[in-house]
């Protein structure tokens, strides 16, 4: 199997960037949403980590000499248009799937240490969050 060039890491970091800055936004309106308990907690706990993830693929778009996408990714209104909680954060949890799909599909490709080892790291964060919010939406 081959490293994915400068190019094809460029893509494929600004298109976590739209999708984590998604799921930031809707872990902070779903926390909103919940009011006082342990769902807000639960919710703004996936939310800082969404915002880890955002700022550490910024820095390696960045070192890669890229410029890091602004957008949000179209996941945040498919999920905002899911009214009812508890459907949404079952949403949330397979576009956290979809996240942990497409770095165990690039994760052999990178050739930067310290890029995969970031990206392992958002591999395991991100498969720690679907099982905390996997009864969630039950």
């Known amino acids: ?4 060039d400068k190019g094809e890491l ?7 960037i739209e999708a984590e800055r998604a799921g930031a936004r809707v872990t902070l309106e779903s926390a909103r949403n919940a009011g006082p308990g342990p ?10 980590d969404e915002a880890r993830w955002c700022a550490m ?3 390696h778009v960045k070192a890669l000499g890229e410029s890091p996408s602004a957008e949000t990714g179209a996941f945040y209104g498919k999920a905002m248009a899911v009214v009812d909680l508890r459907e949404r954060i079952a949403y949330l949890n397979r576009g956290q799937g979809w996240v942990v799909r ?4 690039m994760l052999p490709r990178v050739s930067s240490d310290a890029l995969r080892a970031d990206l392992s790291e958002m591999l395991r964060s991100h ?9 969630v939406g039950k």
């Open 1 to 4: 199997m081959e490293y994915a």
């Open 10 to 16: 460029t893509v494929f970091l600004n298109e976590l």
């Open 39 to 48: 769902l807000a907690e639960l919710m703004r706990s996936v939310q800082r």
């Open 57 to 59: 693929l910024v820095r």
């Open 102 to 105: 497409k770095l165990q599909e």
């Open 127 to 135: 498969e720690v969050n679907i099982e905390l919010l996997n009864g």
